[in-house]
């Protein structure tokens, strides 16, 4: 069975509201923190996180 699509695409939407340049920056920046992240955690690398009281290691 088939199912057909009614009314336009996501994207189209996102257009129309004038949001669409703003959700693929953001999209893009998911992505390549998502990829910086494969990487480390196939390298084993940790980052430290520093904040004015605190100081936490992050591993991937």
């Known amino acids: 069975m ?3 699509n009614i009314g336009t695409n996501f994207d189209d939407f996102l257009q129309e509201e004038g949001l669409l340049d703003e959700a693929n920056a953001v ?3 998911r992505v390549i923190v998502w990829q910086i992240g494969q990487e480390m955690k196939a390298q084993k ?3 430290i996180a520093r904040n004015d009281d605190t100081e936490k290691e ?3």
Do not use: V
């Open 2 to 4: 088939k199912t057909e």
């Open 27 to 29: 999209a893009i920046k």
């Open 45 to 47: 690398l940790n980052i």
């Open 58 to 60: 992050i591993s991937f």
